[in-house]
């Protein structure tokens, strides 16, 4: 039965440990830069274990998105129509004067 944990545990480790250097990978080279060869060396594990858990680079990406999603929602989702905006999704990624640029000022996050 003990055993039977530690594999569950492994496995569970291994995946956040995954999905962790995979969202810095997709982070620092989109997508299309991003490689299941550069996770995998990043996380100190061969390839193969990468594709044990995640069957392609999209499987993961898509896992990475959902997760990050998420937390924006559950964030979202504890915003009241009292909230100021700028304070309740940090007003960091609002400039003072976004509303004289227009939407110009958002490309810098895509």
Known sequence: MQNKYKTGRIRSDNRAKIIAIAEIEFAEFGYKG???MNIAKRADMPRANVHYYFKSKLELYKK???DILKLWNDAFNQITPEDDPAEAIGAEYIPKN???KGLGWIEQYI
């Open 34 to 36: 991003a490689s299941i």
């Open 64 to 66: 990475v998105l959902f």
């Open 98 to 100: 976004h509303t004289e």
